[in-house]
Each structure stands twice: as structure tokens, then as C-alpha cells.
């Protein structure tokens, strides 16, 4: 038997836990005695026998560190190493062995081990070495930290182009929200860039290399969303012809971005519901449930608490993914954001369509501004890509949209009645002055000569119009 050599004193009593060990080791003694120590130390610590406990271990218990004996019943020490590295290539592993050369320490290193130690274990050593292992831990979250950051600034957030005060709101939520592991329901009208503000949830969430999936609920036949989602086992139903690892099992710590969840069958929604509340997702033909680790974000343009009301979506599925709600606002109600938004799609077009497009003429971008995209940024980016395709020149003009596209001020469009008329002007140059004031709602009224209070009414008006 091999002996552990204790300290002299009595190990401290923490009363937080420093982080979770696995200890593998076929000697009872030696792994019930580290297991005592380490609590001692105010770690959280477990224990295996053999390979497969461990890898039972590591789905559950999700260790920071493994001590893995070299020697094992089975599968040896170093091709578990393999194992858990491919598993969970974050996990650090430090090697045990009773026979320490030079061969054995440069195969543990080359493998990925971080570190080994040799029997009879000293327990001050153990700890100095796992101490050092925990800083150099930290010190990697915070180099991703950092990086994830500066990848948010530059690849997330500046993916949804705009300045005015409701996109502003939307990306101070994002920096909220985006850090935490909650579930986010998405809101908005289609063309609204839902998808955007998911993506830039993942790229700010805790595991941003891990995989964002997504789902469109309704482009997707009822029978087969459930194996879509969940996965299925071989010969589960006809044409199931191997085992299919669903969304959620792929996507590990990652994110599902359920797109259109209103649209989503009453039977899959009680599924749905089970897998967040048991944090487990059972495959389509399984008996055993597998672990559910992926964040979930859901997107809908419906108005869920009609459809809840209506019968048509769970009240219950529905307070689940709505821990926190973010509304993409309408285009219309950020006509000022349009001209960043042109800036920005331009170039993208003129880039893949190897044209030298420089921008759009004042009256161009007028019209771009002061019409109500009813498919909001997708309509708009479809009208430049058009646009693109078509001129002949190196800026955009109103001939290269069709005449129905761009809003004008003229009777045809409101026939002979004067009142409809001026209501149309009127509408027409309140967004066109609010859009030169970079939205600036209290410089727009000392500009129209309205008073502040007015304005917001015209604009609340406006609103309803729209939406009727």
C-alpha cells in the first residue's frame, strides 16, 4: 500500500469553495485521504476508482482539476488524459505516478497534462502545485475576459449599427445580460436584427468559443423539430437509420438560438419546458436523459402573452425563457440610425458585388430616411442591395429604386384630400428634421417650433398610423 505523508498540523477549514477536484486512483486509501484534505482546504472534491467513473465524474461534477493516477485498472492514466482532454479541454490534469522518470513526465506533458507528482504524495506539495494550477487558471479567464471583450467591441455589438437612444438601451441590456447564463426571450418584428442580438449575447456570454446553433421553429416540419432539438437513437423511428445527437447536446455550453418560438407544437413546447426546469434533455427512443448545458435564447415577432392567452404558446414555457426580454425596436422608430445603417450595408454590397459604390446623393438619403420600411432593416438592405446591382454610377440616386420604394411627398399618394396630404408632408418632415438631429427629440422641436410635449405626441401618433 502506498503511504500519503500528512502534514503536522490540522488542515485549515475554509467556508468557500476554492473549486471542484477530481481525484482517479484505484487505492482507496490514497483517494479518500486527498478527498479529506482538499475539503479541508475548501475545495469540493470527489473521488473514481477507474476511467469510467471518471468520465461519469466529469459530465456531472465538471471539475476544474483532475489528479489522475498513471496506473489504472483498464483504461491507464494517460489515455484517460486523452479522454478528458477531448471531453473538456478546459480541465487542467495533473498526473500521479509511483514511478517518476523522464519518459513518463515528457509523455504526461505532451499529452496536455499540466503538471505531475510522484508517490507518496506530500500533501504541501500537492497543494503549492494546485495552487499554481488555480492561478494560472485565473489568470487565462482573465486573458478571455479581456479578449472576449475586445471581441465584443469589434465583432458583436458593432453589428447592430446605430447610435440613437433605443439602440443604445438595447446594447447597455446586451452588456447586462450577455455575462450571465439566463435564459433571453428576444422580441421584435421580423427584419428587426433578432438574430444579430443573439449572436451578440454568445459573443458576450461565459463559453463564447463554444457553438451558437439555431433553429427556425417554423421552417421546420412538426415530426422531426423534436429529433432536430433533442436528438434520437437508431431505429427510433422510420428512417433513423444511426444515433443523432440533437442541438442542445451539440451546442455543450454554447447557445441555441430558437428562432420564431411562437410557432413551435404544443407537444414540443412540454418538452422544451421539461428540459429547462430538470436541466436534462432525453433523446427521441432514449431512456436515459443527458445533461442540459446549452443557454437558450428564443426569438419571436408574435405578441406571446396574446398567444398565451389565446392557448396557443404555455404560460408556463413562456415565463421560463422570459427570465429577461429585450425588444428590438422597429426602423421607424430610429429613422436617424438610417444613415449609419446605409453607411454600413453599402460597403457590404459594393464589396461583394466588386462595385465602387461611395454612397448616396442628399436627396437619396432623404427618401431613405423619411420612408416607413415595413420589413425594417431586411427590407432596407434588400432595397440597396437592388440599387447596387443596378446603377451606373458611384453614388445612388432615387432613379436606381423602383418609383413605389422611396417615399415622396405628392398627391398621388394621398389623392385630392388636402387634410391626408398635409398629414403625409407633415409626418414626412418631422422623421426628416428628427433624423438631422441625430434624434435629438428636444433640438427637433425648437427646430419645428413645437413644443416638446407636442412633438412627442405627433410622434406617438405616428406610431399607432404605423401599426394600424
Given at each position: 500500500m502506498t503511504r500519503i505523508n500528512r502534514p503536522a498540523t490540522e488542515p485549515k477549514d475554509t467556508s468557500t469553495t476554492q473549486g471542484r477536484i477530481l481525484i482517479v486512483d484505484d487505492e482507496e486509501v490514497i483517494s479518500s485521504t486527498l478527498q479529506e484534505f482538499l475539503m479541508g482546504e475548501g475545495f469540493e472534491a470527489a473521488t473514481a476508482s477507474n476511467a469510467t467513473m471518471a468520465l461519469e465524474l466529469l459530465e456531472r461534477f465538471e471539475p476544474e482539476i483532475v489528479l489522475c493516477?498513471?496506473?489504472?485498472?483498464?483504461?491507464?492514466g494517460l489515455d484517460l488524459l486523452d479522454r478528458i482532454l477531448h471531453t473538456r479541454p478546459e480541465t487542467l490534469v495533473l498526473m500521479i505516478t509511483a514511478f517518476a522518470t523522464v519518459e513518463n513526465a515528457v509523455a504526461a506533458f505532451r499529452r496536455g497534462a499540466q503538471d505531475y507528482l510522484m508517490k507518496p504524495v506530500l500533501f504541501d506539495e500537492l497543494l503549492a502545485k494546485i495552487e499554481r494550477l488555480i492561478g494560472f487558471r485565473r489568470l487565462?479567464?482573465?486573458?478571455?475576459?479581456?479578449?472576449?471583450?475586445?471581441?465584443l467591441d469589434q465583432a458583436g455589438l458593432d453589428g447592430l449599427i446605430g447610435n440613437s437612444q433605443v439602440m443604445?438601451?438595447?446594447?447597455?441590456?446586451?452588456?447586462?445580460?450577455?455575462?450571465?447564463?439566463?435564459?433571453v426571450l428576444i422580441s421584435g418584428e421580423s427584419g428587426t436584427g433578432k438574430e444579430l442580438v443573439a449572436r451578440a449575447l454568445h459573443t458576450l456570454g461565459v463559453e463564447p468559443d463554444e457553438p451558437f446553433l439555431a433553429v427556425n421553429c417554423a421552417a421546420i416540419p412538426v415530426e422531426l423539430l423534436e429529433s432536430q432539438l433533442f436528438g434520437h437513437l437508431k431505429g427510433s423511428f422510420t428512417g433513423a437509420d444511426r444515433d443523432q445527437a440533437g442541438l442542445f447536446a451539440a451546442a455543450g455550453r454554447g447557445t441555441v438560438f430558437l428562432d420564431e418560438i411562437g410557432e413551435m407544437p404544443h407537444v414540443t413546447q412540454a418538452k422544451l419546458l421539461r428540459a429547462i426546469e430538470n436541466k436534462e434533455i432525453l433523446p427521441v427512443g432514449a431512456t436515459r436523459s443527458r445533461p442540459l448545458k446549452a443557454r437558450i435564447v428564443a426569438a419571436t415577432n408574435k405578441d406571446l402573452p396574446v398567444e398565451v392567452a389565446a392557448g396557443r404558446f404555455r404560460a408556463d414555457l413562456y415565463y421560463r425563457l422570459n427570465v429577461v426580454n429585450l425588444r428590438m425596436p422597429p426602423l421607424r422608430?430610429?429613422?436617424e440610425d438610417i444613415p449609419m445603417l446605409v453607411s454600413h450595408l453599402l460597403a457590404r454590397h459594393a464589396r461583394s458585388l466588386g462595385k465602387p459604390i461611395s454612397g448616396v446623393d442628399n436627396e437619396t438619403m432623404r427618401r431613405l430616411q423619411a420612408t416607413v420600411w415595413k420589413g425594417n432593416v431586411r427590407e432596407l438592405d434588400n432595397a440597396l442591395e437592388r440599387a447596387v446591382i443596378l446603377t451606373d454610377g458611384p453614388l445612388l440616386t432615387p432613379d436606381d429604386f423602383p418609383t413605389d420604394w422611396l417615399t415622396e411627398t405628392d398627391p398621388g399618394e394621398t389623392g385630392d384630400d388636402l387634410r391626408a396630404f398635409l398629414?403625409?408632408?407633415?409626418?414626412?418632415?418631422?422623421r426628416r428634421v428628427l433624423a438631422r438631429c441625430g434624434g435629438d427629440?428636444?433640438?427637433?422641436?425648437?427646430?419645428?417650433c413645437l413644443g416638446l410635449s407636442s412633438l412627442y405626441r405627433k410622434l406617438e401618433d405616428f406610431q399607432e398610423s404605423d401599426r394600424g
Open positions: 493516477d498513471v496506473q489504472l485498472p483498464g483504461l491507464d487565462v479567464r482573465q486573458n478571455l475576459a479581456l479578449r472576449r471583450q475586445l471581441h443604445l438601451d438595447v446594447k447597455n441590456m446586451l452588456r447586462k445580460v450577455g455575462p450571465t447564463r439566463s435564459n422608430d430610429r429613422a398629414a403625409h408632408a407633415e409626418r414626412a418632415h418631422i427629440k428636444r433640438e427637433a422641436a425648437r427646430r419645428l
